[in-house]
Every structure is written in C-alpha cells, then in structure tokens.
C-alpha cells in the first residue's frame, strides 16, 4: 500500500510566523502535489514537483514555496503565514509518466493562522 | 463556468438507499476519471478510477462516464451510515493535471 504522511495534522501559527509543512512518501513516486482545500473551494493546486529539486506552480501558489531535495520528501513553506492561509494541507504522490495516474493522499494537516 | 461541476450538497438518505452522485465537466479532453472518498478530517482515498467512457463496478460502488454528455456519476447500492463521507469527483487529461469537484456531503442515516 502506498503511504504518504504529513507531519502534523494539526497547527496554530501566528501571523507573520514562517511555517512548514512536510510530507513524505515510500513509494518511489516521480511526482509530489500540494494542495489545499476550503469549504465550497474543492482542492486546489499550489505547487506540484516531478523529480528532485524541479517543482512548477500550480493555480495558486502566492505566498507558498517548496523544496524537493528527496525523491521521497516535499516541503511546503509559507514564507509569512497570514490569515488566509487558514486551511486544510493536502499532500499527494503518483508515479511518473504521463496516463492519468491516480492520485493518492495524505491525512492531511488542518493549519490555524492567527 | 468552472471546469468541473458538483452538487455540494449535503445529501442525507436512509440505510439501504441508493445513492446517485453527479459531476459535470466542461473540458472534452479529460479521459480519466476518479472518484475519491474523504472522511471528516482525513485526507480523500480512491474509490474508483475509470478510463473514458463506460461503466465500472466494484462490490456496492458503480461508476458510469458519459463523455458525450461531459457527465460522470457515482452510484452507491445499499447505503450504510459507514458510506458518510465528502465524495469528490476528479479527472485529467493525462498527465499531471487533475481537476477536483468541490465534493458532495452525504449522510447515511440508520
């Protein structure tokens, strides 16, 4: 079974604070996805990498950035955490190549920005 | 018009019902199509994956694709108060590119 954790599931963080958020996966997966998902929003895409040290922008990376250096870890960094970053995190992994892997998922870390 | 539309809900239906889930999409390129299932405070979990048109089933859970239409649909048989969850509809087109469904909330009631 592939898993894929998050470090935290729960966080409160202050305004202005630098936040990270890590995930890990143990499937030697190519591709790694961050999202986050709001209430009537769905998932949306913040940043996703597909090798080691290569990332691209997703719908709405503002405020957000990642670090690769592992296959196997994906950080996400809120660079100065605002309020409305306040949000459930959402890791997840495929394998590569280009068909319509499906994607599977962390639990998730809910983070509380104050 | 967003890409890919779903009913938010929420859904609430007795024991032993069948349930019918829908998305609309807009983008005749999407050709893979999944369902995930997410329990409150858990990330989503695959329930179904299907490629292009047709119908697949797996034990209670059937998933149906019309491309012609742009229509996909979830159908659960004998509900339990276990199937309670966020039910959300994605496709790609292949790639990296996956499209979610804001998600559906059903509640199974005993």
């Known amino acids: 079974d592939v898993k894929v954790t998050q470090s935290s599931r729960y966080l409160v963080k202050r305004t202005g604070e630098k936040v990270f958020l890590e995930c890990v996966q143990d499937m030697d997966h190519e591709n790694m996805f961050w999202y986050r998902q709001d209430p009537g929003l769905g998932l949306r895409l913040i940043y996703f990498?597909?090798?080691?040290?290569?990332?691209e922008k997703g719908d709405i990376p503002e405020g957000y950035s990642v670090s690769r250096e592992k296959k196997e870890r994906f950080s996400l960094i809120l660079e100065s955490a605002s309020t409305n970053q306040t949000s459930m995190y959402l890791c997840a992994s495929t394998p590569g190549g280009f068909r319509g892997e499906t994607q599977y998922f962390g639990p998730g870390t809910r983070l509380l920005v104050l | 018009q967003k890409e890919v539309e779903q009913d938010p809900g929420p859904l609430s239906v007795p024991e032993g019902a069948i349930v019918s889930l829908n998305c609309t999409y807009s983008n005749s390129a999407f050709q893979y199509f999944m369902w995930y299932r997410q329990y409150s405070r858990k990330g989503p979990e695959l329930l179904m994956y299907?490629?292009?048109?047709g119908n697949k089933e797996d034990g209670r859970f059937t998933a149906q694709v019309d491309k012609s239409s742009k229509y996909i649909s979830l159908f659960i048989r004998d509900s339990q108060p276990s199937d309670s969850a966020t039910y959300l509809c994605a496709m790609s087109a292949g790639g990296q590119n996956f499209v979610f469904g804001p998600g559906t909330r059903l509640s199974v009631l005993p």
């Open positions: 990498s597909y090798d080691v040290k290569m990332k």
């Open positions: 299907t490629y292009s048109s």
